[in-house]
């Protein structure tokens, strides 16, 4: 039961990281729709590549607090550990060259599914964005 509070709340926090940037840059993105509808659809590239730079940071940050946590309960021997470990997790690629005390290996199964939503969530709004801006440009 121990693992599953942890994990929950960390992806429960990484969905609300999440959201709250997702929001902030549709935001930005409405903003431009209404005000500068020519500037979208001169520059739809550019706005895809600003786009996925910008959905980026989030999902590190999310990344780092996984970190943070394997760091605080010092389930790996350095933050340096932690960060890879984390980052293979949370993209699922799984190396297995760092792996965690078997008291912990649970939890990391709750940051894989978590990197699996995030991942599925950018990879949904970033085609939605395309299809706006393409669709937009007419090309």
């Not at 990344?63 to 389930?75: H, K, P």
């Not at 960060?83 to 649970?106: C, N, P």
């Not at 085609?127 to 393409?134: E, H, N, S, T, V």
């Amino acid at each position: 039961m121990f693992h599953f509070v942890f994990g929950s709340s960390l992806i429960a926090a990484t969905v609300a990281i999440q959201a709250a940037s997702m929001s902030a840059g549709l935001k930005v993105f409405r903003h431009l729709e209404e005000t500068r509808p020519e500037f979208l659809s001169k520059r739809p590239t550019t706005i895809t590549v600003v786009w996925v730079i910008y959905l980026m940071i989030p999902i590190m940050i999310d990344v780092c607090l996984w970190a943070v946590f394997y760091s605080a309960i010092e389930a790996l021997p350095s933050f340096e550990d932690a960060m890879y470990f984390s980052t293979v997790t949370f993209t699922t690629v799984g190396y297995g060259d760092i792996v965690l005390a078997k008291e912990w290996r649970q939890v990391a199964t709750f940051e894989a599914v978590n990197g699996w939503i995030i991942f599925g969530w950018a990879t949904a709004l970033m085609m939605a964005i395309i299809q706006r801006l393409y669709f937009r440009s007419g090309t």
